[in-house]
């Protein structure tokens, strides 16, 4: 029987859209991208991992640290999107108003927080060696959580608040040239 996984990757962002708190959105998984060394092997998630998960209507939760306690949203209840797009797990959370959610916001602002994990259950994986290094990758895995963590795995994509001026201007097509830069600018803009 196959037992339950985590893994973490860089890829948390904070959009404020409306009132109260910023909708928290990045990656959760990364595809096509080696994790750190998990204890003598490394490994990649391959573009629709989560497919079959997804369509089935996997009953999703957003955690902070993989903390049942510490709820962010579930997407049954319509307060977490989980989408596979061509770059990985994309999530998009509307954290709730209370201890938790005001202080996962802080931590992500502060920079303190900036990676998620995701959970799963693998369902088709394959260990190979690639250049003398033990890669294990993951073709199909059940979700059934995704959680901002301190410490990732994977280690792609980054954390940052959007401002709701800063979304409007990338809408509107305004593109800038790295991603430091929109960190940036959006922290300076932020004020939540």
């Known amino acids: ?24 959105e990045g990656y959760a998984a990364v ?16 573009p ?23 709820i962010l949203g579930r997407n ?35 920079g303190d927080l900036d990676a998620m ?5 693998a369902r088709d994986d394959e260990v190979r060696k690639e250049n003398g290094e033990t890669i294990r990758v993951l073709r199909a895995v ?9 410490y990732p795995a994977y280690l792609d994509t980054s954390v940052a608040l959007r401002s709701i001026e800063a979304a409007k201007a990338r809408e509107d097509g305004c593109e800038l040239a790295t991603m430091g830069m929109y960190l940036d600018l959006l922290l300076t803009e932020t004020d939540v």
């Not at 196959?2 to 708190?21: C, F, H, I, M, Y």
């Not at 977490?80 to 916001?105: A, C, F, M, N, W």
């Not at 994990?117 to 259950?121: A, I, N």
């Not at 059940?142 to 301190?150: E, I, N, R, Y």
């Open 1 to 24: 029987m196959n037992k339950p996984e985590r893994r973490s990757v860089q890829g948390v962002e904070l959009r404020a859209v409306g009132d109260g708190l910023p909708v928290i």
């Open 117 to 121: 994990s995701f959970g799963f259950v």
């Open 31 to 46: 595809f096509n991208s080696l994790s750190q060394n998990l204890g003598g092997f490394r490994e990649r998630i391959e």
């Open 142 to 150: 059940d979700l059934f959580d995704v959680s901002v963590v301190a």
């Open 48 to 70: 629709g991992a989560f497919a079959v998960s997804l369509h089935a209507g996997a009953d999703v939760r957003a955690l902070v640290d993989h903390d049942s306690a510490k």
């Open 76 to 110: 049954k209840s319509g307060t977490l999107t989980v989408v596979e797009d061509e770059h990985g797990l994309k999530v998009s959370i509307q954290p709730p108003d209370t201890s938790v959610g005001r202080d996962t916001v802080e931590s992500i602002r502060r």
